[in-house]
């Protein structure tokens, strides 16, 4: 399927490792221009490479923390100043730290809430004038199923990610006239690295292994695996596509089966 986006660019936040390299990786063979960042200028640099001798096209790679307001100001100008716009945006960052609600104190959640709701939020005030004056615009939002079916001892993420929802739902409706879509995407249990964060997490709680906990992750899904990176980078490669143009408000989860409800 041609996705049209040869003559796209495309900006995706933390990119150096996970689903955000994973989609980063998957635009580039899809043939757009492509901008990365990361807050570890050393693993963005290795991150770029791999996309190179994947796709034969070297990304930029622009360190920044999306967390902090100057540092997206700094990623969006360094973007526009390489290819004079920005038409696909994939918001991303690392998931907040796991715990009960007495875990984590007023420096938690406003930590919290920079890294995953202000992120995203700045990162769509810096793009969005452009694609208005170009009316033409993609905004993929990478949240969690956490959105619709809540994960015990996720408190930060079940409660920022939601309002990232809020955040994309209202806005979607504001810019759809302007030819913009946005959506979001929810990964299930992934094999990632913060699949491994979460299974040591829980182990150090309960006092069972890492695999174990892995194991029973499984158990939950009915595909009866957790899902690759590269499956939730495919669905939003055709978000970021022109085939895409009349899917906008959605937030489609990509899980194997795990979330129970019926919408």
């Known amino acids: 399927m041609e996705l049209g986006l040869g003559n796209k660019v495309a900006l995706v936040a933390a990119a150096s490792r996970g689903l955000g390299f994973a989609i980063a990786a998957e635009l580039a063979r899809e043939g757009a221009s492509l901008v990365m960042c990361s807050r570890n200028g050393a693993s963005l640099e290795r991150a ?10 070297l990304p930029v790679a622009i360190p920044a923390d999306v967390s902090r307001p100057d540092e997206v100001a700094r990623l969006v100008d360094g973007a526009i ?26 420096a938690a959640w406003d930590a919290a809430f920079r890294l995953t709701l202000a992120s995203a939020v700045e990162l769509t005030r810096r793009v969005l004038p452009g694609m208005k004056d170009r009316r033409w615009g993609r905004i993929i939002n990478v949240t969690s199923i956490a959105v619709k079916q809540p994960v015990d001892q996720l ?45 040591a997490a829980r182990s150090g709680r309960e006092g069972i292994s890492a695999d174990a906990v892995r194991a029973e992750f499984e158990r939950q899904i ?40 019926l919408v």
């Open 48 to 57: 770029a490479q791999a996309i190179a001798a994947q796709t034969g096209t």
């Open 81 to 106: 100043a390489r290819f004079g716009r920005i038409d696909v945006l994939v918001t991303n960052a690392g998931g907040p730290p796991a715990g009960p609600f007495e875990s984590h104190d007023a």
């Open 155 to 199: 408190i930060l993420s079940n409660s920022l990610r939601a309002a990232v929802t809020g955040f994309a739902r209202t806005l979607a409706n504001e810019v759809a006239a302007f030819g913009i879509t946005v959506n979001n995407v929810l990964p299930g249990y992934t094999r990632t690295e913060r699949i491994d964060e979460l299974a």
């Open 222 to 261: 009915p595909a009866g695996r957790l899902g690759e990176p590269q499956e939730l980078a495919a669905l939003t490669a055709f978000l970021a596509s022109e085939r895409a143009a009349y899917i906008t408000a959605q937030s489609i989860a990509v899980d194997g089966g795990w979330i129970r409800s």
